[in-house]
């Protein structure tokens, strides 16, 4: 749905049942924890029944709870405080096993971003890459890993890579100041969205570079810049991202664009080889340092 669902919520407040706004009223003013419960805990919270709660979202719009679910979470999620995110994990995590919850959930969102990740998409941005005059990538705070894990590898294959590291806006500019048609830009973010990895998108694009989002949703505001979104499903523990799905994905990346450079990218690590041999960059098993 394309409206605030806190505005569809209180646009059809009246027409509620007694039960039905017991839900209502609980989503209006604890959204952050009800984006988070199972029909059936959101039930037991207010005092109403399972289906009470199916029921509602059908109300809504919704074909099911957990649609209404998803529909709260992206609302919310680039809104939670860190404080925030502590509170709702503890409520979900409870007495559980946290290892086994984190793991757990992991491995769910590598199962969701396999299923709905748009594959053209992905062909597309592998092309451009391969492409590209020069490569731009970008990833502030803890997106900071996948930038720099895209830029270890794609500087072995190619030596057009620009890794834009930057503490201010205004740096970020500097730094891709001279990017133009011929060069791609790729950014990655997730919740809570950084503002400047999105102007740094949108200058991009301005200047026509092809841009690719590395992101979580078509609801981010790095989708819409975007001439190729890559989506990997990403989560919070507590107050930390899980970068599983999207360091999945990135991988997926190199490898790809790895087979398009099939030739150049043999012939780069043989000489690499000689390289970390001459200068004992890795240790031997058995060696005596």
């Not at 959930?105 to 590209?132: C, G, H, Y």
């Amino acid at each position: 749905m394309a409206t605030d669902i806190l505005a569809t919520i209180q646009a059809n407040m009246t027409g509620f049942s007694k039960g039905q706004k017991l839900i209502a009223n609980y989503i209006s003013h604890s959204y952050d924890k009800a984006a988070f419960m199972t029909a059936s805990k959101l039930g037991k919270t207010v005092n109403v029944s399972e289906s009470t709660v199916v029921r509602f979202a059908a109300e809504l719009g919704y074909d099911g709870y957990p649609s209404m679910q998803r529909a709260l979470q992206e609302m919310i999620r680039n809104k939670l405080t860190s404080v925030q995110r502590i509170e709702v994990s503890n409520d979900r995590i409870g007495d559980q096993d946290i290892l086994a919850m984190v793991l757990q959930s992991d491995i769910e969102k590598l199962r969701m971003t396999l299923e709905e990740l748009d594959r053209e998409s992905f062909e597309a941005a592998v092309d451009s890459i391969v492409k590209a005059r020069r490569i731009y990538i970008l990833g502030v705070r803890s997106a900071a890993a996948i930038s720099d894990f895209l830029s270890f590898y794609f500087n072995m294959i190619f030596d057009n890579v620009f890794t834009v590291r930057t503490t201010s806006t205004s740096e970020v500019f500097e730094q891709i100041l001279h990017i133009g048609p011929e060069d791609v830009f790729i950014g990655a973010s997730f919740p809570r969205y950084s503002r400047r990895t999105v102007k740094a998108m949108q200058y991009a694009s301005a200047q026509g570079a092809r841009v690719v989002a590395i992101t979580d949703s078509e609801a981010s505001p790095l989708s819409a810049i975007a001439d190729h979104t890559l989506l990997a499903k990403s989560d919070m523990a507590s107050f930390v991202d899980s970068l599983v799905a999207p360091l999945s994905l990135v991988n997926a990346l190199i490898v790809a664009v790895g087979r398009k450079m099939d030739q150049e990218l043999s012939a780069t690590f043989e000489r690499l080889e000689g390289i970390w041999e001459e200068y004992q960059v890795y240790e031997k098993p058995g060696e005596e340092l």
